[in-house]
């Protein structure tokens, strides 16, 4: 049964692009067939991150209100076969988009793939409502500062409030994806260690990206840095998430600094 998923946060800057992007590879690496689609619509930036952008002919909006196909406008992965992109588009307004057309492309969608991951616009506006509007499940992305958090508190309660789940009375799963974390800056007090992220959000840890300049590199060359490097501490952070939301269950670690040498690895440990 296809899953849809809204990759979300109040504050923009914070990592949904590059995180819709790599859970994408890292589940259609997992097997699974995956389309990403961008609902930041004037902006676009999803199809720069997967390395489309000179493939883009048609988009989001232009299945929405009927004026191409859906498969038109879906763009398939060169480096992965099951995994494809829908992209936004760079010239239209998000009010372009509609909820008849969205719940239109979604059901389509559904037939298609095992996993629909929606990259949502920041903030609490239309575009973002539409995105997590359909979604099963929900990654709230956040760093660790106190701005960052305290936004994210409040798309977990629009995620509890303006969904068709919330709508229904069930519940939406929501899972907390913390990016940019730096140990020693945090032990530091220059960030928020994660244990208060957890205390002030009060949802699952799905996992803990580390502040690595990798991640910046393969946005740079249009590549998920699940692809563009592997081996990486943010792509094992990424794969190991994607793992998560598929139920296999995964101790979430902190991850070391290794440039910081014994004492970051003392900060390798177990999240609480």
Not at 154 to 162: E, P, Q, T
Not at 219 to 230: E, H, L, R
Request: hydrophobic share 45%; aromatic share 2%.
């Amino acid at each position: 049964m296809a899953k849809v998923l809204v990759v979300t946060s109040g504050k923009g800057g914070v990592g949904k692009t590059t995180s819709t992007a790599a859970l994408g590879a890292a589940l259609a690496q997992q097997g699974k067939n995956v389309v990403v689609v961008d609902f930041d619509v004037g902006l676009r930036n999803l199809d720069l991150v997967m390395g489309a952008e000179r493939r883009v002919v048609y988009d989001l909006i232009n299945v929405v209100q009927g004026d191409a196909k859906l498969a038109q406008a879906l763009i398939r992965d060169k480096r992965i076969d099951n995994l494809c992109l829908l992209p936004a588009s760079q010239t239209r307004d998000k009010d372009a988009l509609t909820e008849d057309g969205v719940a239109r492309v979604m059901e389509e969608l559904k037939e298609k793939f095992d996993w629909i991951i929606c990259d949502s616009p920041a903030g609490i506006e239309r575009g973002a409502q539409l995105a997590m509007r359909h979604a099963d499940v929900a990654v709230v992305v956040t760093n660790p500062e106190v701005s960052s958090v305290r936004d994210s508190d409040r798309i977990i309660g629009m995620l509890d409030s303006k969904t068709l789940k919330a709508e229904r009375g069930e519940r939406m799963e929501k899972h907390l994806l913390l990016t940019r974390y730096d140990p020693l800056r945090a032990e530091r007090g220059d960030m928020l260690k994660v244990d208060d992220v957890l205390e002030i959000l009060s949802i699952p840890l799905l996992g803990i990206i580390p502040e690595s300049q990798e991640v910046l590199r393969a946005s740079n060359i249009g590549q998920p840095v699940t692809v563009s490097n592997i081996s990486s501490a943010p792509a094992r952070a990424y794969i190991d998430a994607a793992k998560r939301l598929q139920g296999e269950t995964l101790v979430v670690t902190i991850p070391a600094d290794r440039r910081a040498g014994l004492f970051g690895k003392l900060f390798g440990r177990r999240a609480a």
